[in-house]
C-alpha cells in the first residue's frame, strides 16, 4: 500500500522547501520529492536558488565587487594597494563551499523538523497521489491529503544560440556562473536581471561585455527615470549594451562564438570568446502531472491557480515560478508559507502588492509597488518626492553617491504607493518602504519616523519629506 502522508511537496526549491519545512511546523507529515543533483554529483535540496541562481550570483557579485573596488576604487581613500591580483580558483572555491553550506543546511533543517526527502523525480496522479522515480529507475507512489508542486523554472532556450554548459561556450546562467578563466570576451543575449547580474560579475573581473537586448525599453519593469539613470550608469562602467537588437544565428569558431544580429542600422557580426543566453526563464511542468490527474496550466504553461495558490484540484497547490507573478526567490517562499498555513486551517495570505524586487549591480536597483509610468497609465493622481545620495553624508563617506531614492505616494490620500531606489544597499533599504506598504503607511509617516544619523536611511527619510516640499538637506523645487 502507498505510504501516506498529510503533504507531499513536489520540488525543493525556495518555495518548495519553505512549505515543506512550515507544514512539518504546524504538525503536518510531510515529505519532499526532490531530484537535483548538484555538481558534486550528489542529490541536494535548495533548488535553483541556492544551487545555480540567488546565492552563486551573489557570491560572485559580492567577490567581484570586492575586486575592482580595491583596484579601482580604493584609491579615494587614500589607501594605495599595489600589485592587486585575482584568484578566480579560489573566488569559485568559495562559491562552491558557500552553495555546499548552504544546501546542506535545508537538508539539515529537513531532519530537524522531521521532513522526509523523497529523492527522486515526482510526477502528480490521480487521486492525490504521487509517483517518485529514483535515479536509479526505481518507482514509489506515495499518497496524500495535500499536495503542493513546486517545480520551479529553467531558462528559456533560443534557436539561433544553443546552450551548451559542459562545453562552456554558449552558456545560460548556470554557465556563466563556472567559467574557470575570465572569457576577453563575452556577448550577452538579453539584457534583463540575469544579464545585467552576470555581465557585470565578467566586466569587472576584466571581460569585455556585449550585450545584445531585443527591445528598445531598458529594464521595462523598473521606474522609467530609475532605468535611464542605469543604462548611463552601466554604460560608464564599460558594460556596450545595445537596445532594439536581434540575434539571427550564431556559429561556434575557433576564436568563440561569431554572432549575427540585427539593429536600426542594419545586419552587423561580431565574434565573442564567450556567449551567455538570458532571455527569459519559463516554468517547469514537463512531466511533472500525468492526463488524468486533469491538472490545469495557463496560457503561459504555468500551473493555473488562484490568489491562494490552489490549483483546479481539491487538495493540490502550486507555489513558486511555476505559478504566475515574478519569478523571485522570496514570493515563492512566501506562498510555500500561505498554503502550508491555510492546509493547517489556518487564514494563509499574501499581499503581492509588495513584493519587493532588487537587482544586485552596482548601483543596486530595488523597488517595489507602482512605478511612476503605471501610475499615470491608469490615471492615479500622484505625488513625487526624491533625494539624491551625493546629498548624503553617509554615502559620501562610503564614496557611493551614484543614485537616488523615489517615493510615490497617492495624492490625496497620501498612502505610499511605490519606492524605487537605485544607489548603495538599495536591496536592504528598500525594506523600509515595503514595511511602510504593509502597514499601509502614508508618506507623511514615514517623513515624521526619526532616522538616524548619518546613514543611508536618512535618504529614504528625505524623499518622504520631499513629497510634501520640506526636504532638509535639499532645495525643494
Ligand atoms: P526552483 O528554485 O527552480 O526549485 C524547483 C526545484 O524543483 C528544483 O530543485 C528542481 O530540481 C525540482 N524539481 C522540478 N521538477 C521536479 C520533479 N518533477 N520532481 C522532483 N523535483 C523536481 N531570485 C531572487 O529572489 N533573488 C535573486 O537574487 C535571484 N537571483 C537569481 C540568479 C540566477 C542566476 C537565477 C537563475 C535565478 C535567480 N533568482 C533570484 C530566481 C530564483 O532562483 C527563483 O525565483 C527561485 O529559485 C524559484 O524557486 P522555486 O522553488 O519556485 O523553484
Ligand atoms: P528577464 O526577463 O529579466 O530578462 C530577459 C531579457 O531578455 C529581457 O530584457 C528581454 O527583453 C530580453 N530578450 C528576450 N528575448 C530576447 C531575444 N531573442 N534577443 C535579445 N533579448 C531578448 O530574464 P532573465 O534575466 O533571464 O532572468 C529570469 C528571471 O530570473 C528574472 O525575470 C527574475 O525573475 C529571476 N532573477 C531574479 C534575480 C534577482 O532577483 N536579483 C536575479 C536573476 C534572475
Given at each position: 500500500m502507498a505510504k501516506t502522508y498529510d503533504v507531499v511537496v513536489i520540488g525543493g526549491g525556495p518555495a518548495g522547501y519553505v512549505a515543506a519545512i512550515r507544514c512539518a511546523q504546524l504538525g503536518l507529515e510531510t515529505a519532499c520529492v526532490e531530484k537535483w543533483i548538484n555538481f558534486k554529483g550528489d542529490p541536494a535540496l535548495g533548488?535553483?536558488?541556492?544551487?545555480?541562481?540567488c546565492i552563486p550570483s551573489k557570491v560572485l557579485l559580492e567577490s567581484s565587487e570586492q575586486y575592482h573596488h580595491v583596484k579601482?576604487?580604493?584609491?579615494?581613500?587614500g589607501i594605495r594597494i599595489a600589485g592587486v591580483t585575482l584568484d578566480l580558483d579560489q573566488m569559485m572555491a568559495r562559491k562552491e563551499d558557500i552553495v555546499l553550506q548552504l544546501t546542506h543546511g535545508i537538508d539539515a533543517l529537513f531532519k530537524a523538523n522531521g521532513v522526509e526527502w523523497l529523492r527522486g523525480h515526482g510526477k502528480l496522479l490521480a487521486g492525490r497521489e504521487v509517483e517518485v522515480t529514483a535515479q536509479d529507475g526505481a518507482v514509489d507512489v506515495v499518497s496524500a491529503d495535500n499536495i503542493i508542486i513546486a517545480t520551479g523554472s529553467r531558462p528559456i532556450e533560443m534557436g539561433a544560440a544553443p546552450v551548451d554548459n559542459a562545453e562552456?561556450?554558449?552558456?545560460?546562467s548556470t554557465g556563466a556562473l563556472d567559467f574557470r578563466q575570465v572569457p576577453e570576451t563575452l556577448g550577452v543575449i538579453g539584457a534583463g536581471v540575469i544579464g545585467l547580474e552576470l555581465g557585470s560579475v565578467w566586466n569587472r573581473l576584466g571581460a569585455k561585455v556585449l550585450m545584445l537586448e531585443?527591445?528598445?525599453?531598458?529594464?521595462?519593469?523598473?521606474d522609467n527615470q530609475v532605468a535611464r539613470d542605469a543604462l548611463r550608469q552601466f554604460k560608464k562602467q564599460g558594460l556596450d549594451i545595445q537596445l532594439g537588437t536581434r540575434v539571427i544565428a550564431t556559429q561556434k569558431t575557433e576564436e568563440g562564438v561569431r554572432v549575427r544580429y540585427k539593429n536600426k542600422e542594419g545586419e552587423h557580426e561580431v565574434t565573442v570568446e564567450k556567449l551567455l543566453v538570458s532571455v527569459g526563464r519559463r516554468p517547469?511542468?514537463?512531466?511533472?502531472?500525468?492526463?488524468?490527474?486533469d491538472l490545469l496550466f495557463d496560457e503561459g504553461g504555468y500551473i493555473h491557480v488562484d490568489d491562494h495558490c490552489a490549483?483546479?484540484?481539491?487538495g493540490v497547490y502550486a507555489v513558486g515560478?511555476?505559478?504566475?507573478?515574478?519569478?523571485l526567490a522570496h514570493k515563492g517562499s512566501e506562498e510555500g508559507v500561505m498554503v502550508a498555513e491555510i492546509i493547517a486551517g489556518q487564514p494563509g495570505h499574501l499581499n503581492y502588492d509588495a513584493i519587493p524586487w532588487v537587482i544586485?549591480?552596482?548601483p543596486e536597483i530595488a523597488w517595489v509597488g507602482r512605478t511612476e509610468q503605471s501610475l499615470k497609465a491608469a490615471g492615479i493622481p500622484y505625488k513625487t518626492g526624491s533625494f539624491p545620495f551625493s546629498a548624503n553624508g553617509r554615502a559620501k563617506a562610503m564614496d557611493v553617491t551614484a543614485g537616488m531614492v523615489k517615493l510615490l505616494a497617492h495624492a490625496?490620500?497620501?498612502?505610499?504607493l511605490g519606492c524605487h531606489i537605485i544607489g548603495p544597499f538599495a536591496s536592504e533599504l528598500i525594506q523600509e518602504a515595503v514595511l511602510a506598504m504593509e502597514f499601509h503607511a502614508s508618506s507623511e509617516d514615514l517623513a515624521r519616523t526619526i532616522h538616524a544619523h548619518p546613514t543611508l536611511y536618512e535618504a529614504m527619510h528625505e524623499a518622504a519629506l520631499s513629497i510634501h516640499g520640506?526636504?532638509?538637506h535639499k532645495i525643494n523645487l
Open positions: 533548488g535553483t536558488c541556492l544551487n545555480v541562481g579601482e576604487d580604493i584609491g579615494n581613500h562552456g561556450v554558449i552558456v545560460d531585443a527591445v528598445e525599453d531598458f529594464l521595462s519593469l523598473v517547469n511542468t514537463d512531466n511533472i502531472a500525468a492526463p488524468e490527474a490549483t483546479n484540484l481539491p515560478d511555476v505559478v504566475r507573478g515574478p519569478m544586485y549591480t552596482n490625496e490620500t497620501d498612502a505610499l520640506r526636504a532638509l
